[in-house]
């Protein structure tokens, strides 16, 4: 399946957790069976479901057990303000490109979470019922749990292999584009490095939102505008950082500059410097303009005195001048 339609899949996924959890709650919190009573001779049905519960009234829960009606009904009002609010954030980001991983997987958490509490809602529902009046009180409350549970499983499955899929093609555009290097330090950016540039790219994360680096986007940063690359090694607990400082790059902290890439013990202290040194080659390769630095290699002593005797041989200096140059070499 084509990663944008198994995102599309995922995202009806989120959809009918949601829709399950707020009209789960029509799912029958206790039903009753009562023997009617002289002069039926028959028996009546009756079920009360989470809506009913939202006016924290009850046909069974007396003032005996109010407090039970109470916790009910407070449970039902946040179950269906969540469904509420989750289904405006999904309205708002229909037609939208891109795929929000972290908030859909939360509220598919929360949708389970919410028909889990619902479900324990009927069981204590029923059994305060059945405890209270001689007659048959059951549950339907479990139903809503046992899609979203499915559900839940369903989306985590997925996303990681749209993960896989997504690195895949990532790693395939990344060679088409010459990545050389991919670092993700499990803090605030994903750090890639080119041939001519590297790219800083804000995560979404709790980490970057503290340091502000949550609405940063991706910024490139080229070679012949960088003036040097600093490189701090990352301890137990203090993170590290490579800083690619431009003339127009403010240093005053390392840590949370845009040009900055923090990184913790995931990556090796060794990695991280082999990054840092490859970029400040490209950087003193930019500042010759591309060109490689001239090896002069360095002659040796008989190799110099060899060149002055054939030098003094075609009469080209004196026998004191071979002499002199003769003594200041072999005096080294």
Request: glycine share 10%.
């Amino acid at each position: 399946m084509e990663i944008g339609k198994q995102k599309k899949l995922l995202t009806a996924l989120v959809w009918g957790m949601v829709l399950v959890t707020l009209f789960g709650m029509a799912f029958s919190l206790v039903v009753v069976t009562q023997d009617r009573g002289f002069p039926y001779y028959d028996t009546e049905t009756v079920a009360e479901i989470g809506f009913q519960m939202l006016g924290f009234s009850s046909r069974f829960i007396t003032s005996g057990y109010a407090w039970g009606m109470v916790v009910i009904g407070i449970l039902c009002w946040f179950q269906m303000l969540f469904c509420l609010a989750s289904l405006i954030w999904l309205i708002t980001k229909l037609g939208k490109p891109g795929f929000l991983g972290g908030v859909n997987l939360l509220i598919c958490i929360l949708s389970t979470v919410f028909t889990f509490l619902y479900m324990v809602e009927g069981i204590v529902y029923a059994s305060i019922t059945d405890a209270t009046y001689n007659a048959d009180a059951t549950t339907l409350a479990y139903i809503p749990f046992i899609l979203c549970v499915i559900g839940l499983i369903a989306y985590i499955a997925g996303v990681q292999n749209l993960n896989k899929k997504s690195e895949k093609e990532e790693n395939r555009m990344a060679d088409e584009q010459g990545m050389i290097y991919k670092l993700n330090g499990g803090m605030t950016k994903i750090l890639r490095v080119y041939e001519d540039r590297v790219t800083l790219e804000a995560m979404k994360n709790i980490r970057s939102f503290l340091t502000k680096n949550f609405w940063g986007g991706t910024k490139e940063i080229y070679y012949t505008d960088m003036i040097g690359v600093q490189f701090k090694e990352g301890g137990t607990i203090v993170a590290g950082y490579i800083q690619f400082e431009t003339a127009n790059s403010h240093g005053k902290d390392n840590f949370n500059s845009e040009n900055s890439f923090t990184f913790d013990s995931r990556i090796s202290n060794d990695y991280a410097r082999e990054v840092a040194e490859f970029v400040r080659g490209k950087v003193r390769e930019a500042k010759r303009g591309g060109q490689a630095a001239p090896i002069v290699a360095q002659k040796s002593t008989a190799e110099e005195l060899k060149e002055f005797k054939e030098l003094l041989d075609a009469g080209a200096i004196s026998q004191e001048e071979y002499d002199a140059q003769k003594a200041k070499l072999l005096g080294r």
